[in-house]
């Protein structure tokens, strides 16, 4: 897969979430059972192109640290996505020449900005291994805290409920099995 590829199957990703996004809010907002009913059924099927397209992605992904496999690709597409987002709203903000537009347009390029920085944090602490292992329980839903240099086959037990967890990887990715 080439570079343009690649770039178009972002893009791709990026709208076919906010297409999932947009049908999710409609049919929350609306009470018509025809018209909920059919745009539950185009939500789905975008659903459907996100799986598809990442499937792409992931076949040509790069190395990631170890068991965070899913989580660092889908960060490296949020940190695209946010570029993206600060280049376009900085392009608005320039074309304008409506004052309201344009602080409109400022405000939404400081808040990607932000998002940047925060997406850009996260894969930074993944790489030099100091995202924090904490998993949520898998029974009660409290949160079970591995140590940052805790490895497969490291055994924790839940603070609230007692159950007992072995770290594990499975396709890439950590995951708790009960012990
Ligand atoms: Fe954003
Ligand atoms: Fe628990």
């Known amino acids: 897969m080439n570079d343009t ?28 059972p025809r018209a909920v009913a059919l745009i539950e059924g185009v939500r789905r099927n ?31 597409l949020n940190l ?12 608005y903000y320039r074309e304008t020449e409506d004052p309201v537009v344009r602080e409109t347009f400022r405000e939404l390029m400081k808040a990607e900005g932000g998002h940047v920085r925060v997406f850009e944090a996260l894969i930074q602490e993944l790489e030099e291994g100091r995202f924090p292992k904490v998993f949520l329980c898998p029974l009660c839903g ?18 609230k409920c007692g159950a007992r967890y072995e770290l594990t990887i499975v396709e890439g990715d950590f995951t708790l099995k009960a012990v």
């Open 5 to 32: 590829d690649q770039k178009n199957l972002i893009n791709t990703l990026n709208l076919e979430y906010g297409a999932t996004y947009r049908y999710a809010l409609q049919t929350t907002r609306f009470n018509h």
């Open 46 to 76: 975008e659903a459907d192109h996100i799986a598809l397209v990442m499937k792409r992605l992931e076949a040509e992904a790069g190395p990631a640290p170890e068991g965070f496999k899913s989580l660092f690709l889908h960060l490296k």
């Open 80 to 91: 695209v996505f946010e570029y993206e987002a600060v280049k376009f709203y900085g392009q």
């Open 142 to 159: 409290w949160e079970i805290d591995f140590s940052t240099d805790a490895s497969t086959g490291t055994i924790n037990r839940c603070e």
